[in-house]
């Protein structure tokens, strides 16, 4: 059997016993999580999301870039559309992870510098191959960058690819992006 026909298998297994018909757009746990497109770093496995739940944006390394705030700028917009309380609380989870395959990219740094819109000269602040740092980073790129309410909680996490353990480095916390805040 090819991969594809595993796959086509495995999809209608879920469309008869996995599927929730109905499910809202909204993320029912009002949740965002930005992670590692790395194979073994799915939010759905490792934070047990099911259908619904939470909004996932996944990049290289699941770090926060100009694409990343592009797309969050959409999602809120989006949100806004449908009617969302915009300052109805929301979680929004940073993901890292141990053995990231951003850490190959270290000798590409015109690669590297193209994906933060940064100059080359800038990459050693971004970290690319500290995850406990790099979280830390990517929480403040985030507060500098994006106008979102006061009630948003974020939390950053790390993940060990070794022993499956998320490690919560930033405790929950509301982000204060508005001068008056
Ligand atoms: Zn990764």
Redesign the pocket.
Known sequence: MSTLDTLIQRSQAFATEGFTAGLPLMPTLRTMVIS?A?PR?DPAHILGLKPGEAVVIRN???RITPGTLQNMQLLQTIGQVMGANPNGEFNLIILH?TD???NRLEDRPELLAAYFGIDKTALPAKAVSDPHASIQIDLAVLKASVPLPPSWKVTGMVYDVNTGKVEVIVPVESIQTHPSA
Do not use: N, S
């Open positions: 590692c790395d770093v290289v390394g699941g992870h990231c395959g951003i």
